[in-house]
């Protein structure tokens, strides 16, 4: 089992430009996840999807888009990038949300200059 | 607002010195509190989930404790592998997660 997978683990993006976050896992979670990791700071929910073509924001989800169109696959759209942007992405899956663990991939590193 | 915060921020051990980690919490209705180890570059690796007070869980030289306002995660003799970040999560009533921004430990042989 690969578990959670990420690409790329890094990347630099000038201001104003998009990319996509791919996130993939293999163990059939229905939950599916994805946090920011800034510095100093606890990891923050971007968005969440509870199934394919199920999705909610969370706490941090301006200039971020998502969809889940298999249960496999999560990916992460920025649009516009800007500096504030520049972070550690992880994506995270569980079985379920009930007081469950989450398996982490191993992260995006994003510089936006 | 949930809150976490973990104490101390970074923590300098030999190896053998054993020692403890704090994460205060306030949350409404405390559903599961987790302990996660991250090496760095990688993600975060699960450790203990804890549900209710008085409730204590081992694995090798780390040892999980609860009471209603804190957890604590001791580390006995550590080896310079147990060298992490290690970070508390709390889950409140309405399973939202909330993170501390961890404590990073460093064990020097």
């Known amino acids: 089992n690969a578990g959670v997978t990420q690409t790329p683990k890094f990347r630099i993006l000038k201001i104003g430009q998009s990319m996509t976050l791919q996130c993939a896992q293999d163990m059939n979670h229905n939950y599916m996840y994805w946090y920011r990791q800034d510095p100093g700071m606890g990891l923050k929910l971007i968005y969440y999807?509870?199934?394919?073509?199920?999705?909610d924001k969370g706490e941090v989800p301006n200039g971020y888009n998502v969809s889940r169109s298999t249960t496999e696959d999560f990916p992460l759209r920025l649009e516009l990038a800007a500096p504030s942007q520049t972070s550690v992405y992880f994506c995270?899956?569980?079985?379920?949300?009930?007081?469950?663990?989450?398996?982490f991939g191993s992260g995006t590193q994003l510089s936006v200059l | 607002e949930d809150q976490v915060t973990q104490s101390p921020e970074a923590l300098r051990l030999q190896e053998g010195e054993s020692s403890s980690l704090n994460c205060s919490y306030t949350v409404s209705g405390l559903r599961g509190l987790f302990w996660y180890r991250q090496d760095p570059g990688k993600g975060p690796e699960f450790l203990f989930t804890?549900?209710?007070a008085g409730e204590e869980k081992e694995k090798e030289r780390l040892k999980a404790t609860l009471t209603k306002k804190e957890s604590f995660l001791h580390i006995t003799a550590p080896k310079p592998e147990d060298s992490a970040t290690y970070l508390c999560a709390v889950q409140a009533r309405d399973y939202k997660l909330s993170f501390g921004a961890g404590t990073t430990v460093t064990v020097r042989a």
């Open positions: 999807s509870v199934g394919a073509g199920i999705t």
């Open positions: 804890l549900y209710s």
């Open positions: 995270a899956s569980s079985y379920r949300d009930r007081v469950e663990k989450l398996f």
